[in-house]
């Protein structure tokens, strides 16, 4: 793994960033319009971290986020992830959501069925808020009940959400299955 470090980087969406440590990946930012704001977002993160060249599992990482926000199928299951001081219930949580494939979604309480928590549908929408790796642990994939898009705190809110869900031609999990896909 890599020395601890950050880089930013231009996606088709916009300006991402990733932040990593020698466990692996412990920041992603989805895109910004500036790439000041991106840095702002992981060193406020990670302090410690320097600007870099990203090596090996990073360097595919941009790789394949760049690719993601061009359209690509991409899997991002196989980051090697660093969820230092992220409690168990998250973690459980993160888990089942990298399960997740390209496409797929779950409803919040679909999400904490498969977590082993059946009753915390208000405890995943804060513990989502809080996902340090978006994309990467595809938080945008989980909707409403009903399949309402419900909310979203990374850069650029639900819309980020809906452009995310309409790049891979997402449904509803509760959509018929003639039911066009999101749009925005």
Request: charged letters at 20%; one cysteine or more; glycine letters at 12%.
């Amino acid at each position: 793994m890599p020395a601890p470090g950050h880089h930013v980087f231009e996606t088709a969406f916009g300006f991402c960033g990733a932040g990593w440590t020698s466990e692996g990946l412990a920041r992603f930012t989805l895109p910004m319009a500036e790439p000041a704001m991106v840095t702002g977002q992981i060193t406020r993160h990670l302090p410690a971290s320097q600007a870099a060249e990203p090596e090996g599992a990073m360097a595919d990482l941009v790789d394949a986020a760049r690719r993601y926000f061009s359209g690509s199928r991409e899997d991002f299951s196989h980051v090697p992830v660093d969820l230092a001081g992220v409690d168990p219930f998250r973690r459980a949580l993160y888990a089942a959501m990298r399960k997740l494939a390209f496409g797929e979604t779950v409803t919040y309480g679909g999400l904490c069925a498969r977590a082993g928590f059946p009753n915390a549908a208000r405890e995943t929408g804060m513990a989502m808020g809080r996902n340090p790796l978006p994309l990467i642990i595809p938080c945008h994939r989980v909707l409403a009940a009903g399949g309402r898009i419900g909310g979203f705190s990374a850069p650029g809110g639900v819309a980020t959400k809906q452009k995310m869900l309409a790049l891979e031609n997402a449904r509803s999990p509760d959509a018929e299955p003639a039911q066009a896909s999101f749009a925005f």
